[in-house]
Structures are given as structure tokens and as C-alpha cells.
């Protein structure tokens, strides 16, 4: 049986840079949205590597753009993408 370890942080503030059972650090997207999720997150990833982007507000702003830019019938997979591109780039 489990021990009841749920994870271990420094402190709140950096809850999310240490792994944790109920905090994926990576969350697999549904099947169905796969191939645009990947298209998505290529795209905004290409961005910020060719614009050189690594200032949290400036990679907000970014992710704001591509979600209010989205057409509507992927924004949900695009809101989906920039979530866990959040996680990933340790953007609270």
C-alpha cells in the first residue's frame, strides 16, 4: 500500500518545479488532439526559439496571442498546449 507520500517542495512557491503525485509535470493530450496539439505546440515552440523569448512576461504575452488568435474550433486544444507549455517552462 501506499505511505501516503504525496511529493516533496521547498516551499509553495516552487511546488511546481518538484515532482509530485498529484502535479504531472507532463499531461499526455487526449488522442483526438494529438496531431494539432503537436502542430500547436511546434509552432509556439518554434516562436520562442527563433525570437529568443525567455522573459515570463513576454512568453504570457505570446500565449495570450495564440489563444485569442485561435480559430474557435481549436482553441480548446490551443488553451490545452499553452497549460502545459506553462508547466514546462516553469511559468506560474
Do not use: C
Request: aromatic share 10%; no cysteine.
Amino acid at each position: 500500500g501506499r505511505d501516503g507520500y504525496q511529493g516533496w517542495s521547498v516551499g509553495p512557491s516552487l511546488r511546481d518545479l518538484f515532482p509530485s503525485d498529484d502535479f504531472p509535470l507532463y499531461r499526455q493530450p487526449p488522442p483526438q488532439l494529438s496531431t494539432d496539439y503537436a502542430i500547436y505546440k511546434n509552432a509556439i515552440m518554434s516562436e520562442i526559439v527563433e525570437r529568443r523569448m525567455y522573459r515570463e512576461l513576454t512568453l504570457r504575452r505570446l500565449f495570450h496571442k495564440y489563444i485569442k488568435l485561435a480559430p474557435l474550433r481549436d482553441k480548446h486544444i490551443v488553451e490545452h498546449v499553452v497549460a502545459d507549455l506553462k508547466i514546462e517552462l516553469g511559468i506560474v
